[in-house]
């Protein structure tokens, strides 16, 4: 059985890498490797900023707002990184 690496995983979760792979449309080489994070990190931020475009934010803003949150998401990712 494959290794996930997905933070869901590392914390005791029971979701599986791939399951993030088909549902964010990643690339399947970054499943059960530690770079399913940073992608998934980059696919959420990529739809909130449609969500945000979607709730009446102008492109611009929606990716400033975006880019602060994947900001944060990167910080909490070194966090969890560093854990093993």
Do not use: C, W
């Amino acid at each position: 059985m494959k290794q996930s690496h997905n933070y869901d995983a590392k914390l005791g979760g029971d979701t599986d890498d791939m399951e993030l792979v088909q549902r964010y449309g990643l690339d399947p080489k970054v499943a059960y490797t530690p770079a399913i994070n940073d992608a998934m990190r980059k696919a959420i931020s990529a739809e909130n900023i449609v969500d945000l475009q979607r709730g009446g934010y102008s492109e611009g803003q929606a990716r400033s707002i975006a880019a602060k949150q994947l900001n944060s998401a990167n910080e909490f990712g070194k966090q969890m990184d560093r854990q093993k």
